[in-house]
């Protein structure tokens, strides 16, 4: 099948058809001389050994792509290695928050706590204060009753003597009073 396409594809060219008058084989027939300039032109590029240069060019070429592919397949597991520690670094920060919340929350509830024992604190001793207040208060009332009533006793005492002494009694209490205290000062 290849074949007799190859065969037709050479019937139908143009190289075939020849000049009205001339030879095929002459110089006036331009499709013959494209066809040698097409040949010549060939075979200098074979001569210059241009095929196995370009298969140089595609092998380099093609070792550039694998290495750029293998490039990318490097850069593609560090990205994903990265992203797997970004991953796992956030995993930590949010672990790392949740502590501090955590902690946070609990000095919030222990300091609210010694808030309370401060203040519970604080209303002890201020009922002591004023529990002492009231007791010195009250002792100082019972000294003011005790002073008042000692007054009193004495003034109503001072009423009963006088009433009770005359002046001759009154002369011999002063002189028995004069010399006991110069008795006890000498």
């Given at each position: 099948?290849?074949?007799?396409?190859?065969?037709?594809?050479?019937?139908?060219?143009?190289?075939?058809?020849?000049?009205?008058?001339?030879?095929?084989?002459?110089?006036?027939?331009?499709?013959?001389?494209?066809?040698?300039?097409?040949?010549?032109?060939?075979?200098?590029?074979?001569?210059?050994?241009?095929?196995?240069?370009?298969?140089?060019?595609?092998?380099?070429?093609?070792?550039?792509?694998?290495?750029?592919?293998?490039?990318?397949?490097?850069?593609?597991?560090?990205?994903?290695?990265?992203?797997?520690?970004?991953?796992?670094?956030?995993?930590?920060?949010?672990?790392?928050?949740?502590?501090?919340?955590?902690?946070?929350?609990?000095?919030?509830?222990?300091?609210?706590?010694?808030?309370?024992?401060?203040?519970?604190?604080?209303i002890t001793r201020?009922?002591?204060?004023?529990?002492?207040?009231?007791?010195?208060?009250?002792?100082?009332?019972?000294?003011?009753?005790?002073?008042?009533?000692?007054e009193v006793a004495?003034?109503?005492?001072g009423t009963v003597?006088?009433?009770?002494?005359?002046?001759?009694?009154?002369?011999?209490?002063?002189?028995?009073?004069?010399?006991?205290?110069?008795?006890?000062?000498?």
């Amino acid at each position: 099948m290849l074949r007799l396409a190859a065969i037709a594809m050479l019937l139908a060219s143009p190289a075939l058809a020849a000049v009205e008058g001339k030879p095929f084989f002459s110089l006036y027939n331009t499709d013959l001389i494209v066809l040698a300039a097409f040949t010549v032109f060939i075979g200098i590029l074979i001569y210059a050994k241009v095929p196995g240069k370009l298969g140089d060019l595609l092998d380099q070429r093609s070792a550039t792509i694998k290495a750029e592919l293998e490039e990318a397949r490097r850069l593609r597991e560090e990205a994903l290695e990265l992203h797997a520690s970004f991953e796992r670094k956030q995993a930590e920060v949010k672990a790392e928050a949740a502590r501090i919340v955590e902690k946070a929350k609990a000095d919030a509830q222990l300091a609210a706590e010694q808030t309370k024992a401060e203040i519970e604190a604080s209303i002890t001793r201020r009922l002591k204060a004023a529990e002492d207040q009231i007791a010195s208060a009250e002792a100082g009332a019972i000294r003011q009753v005790r002073d008042k009533a000692t007054e009193v006793a004495i003034a109503a005492a001072g009423t009963v003597i006088a009433k009770n002494m005359d002046d001759a009694r009154s002369d011999a209490l002063i002189a028995d009073a004069i010399k006991a205290v110069n008795e006890r000062l000498h």
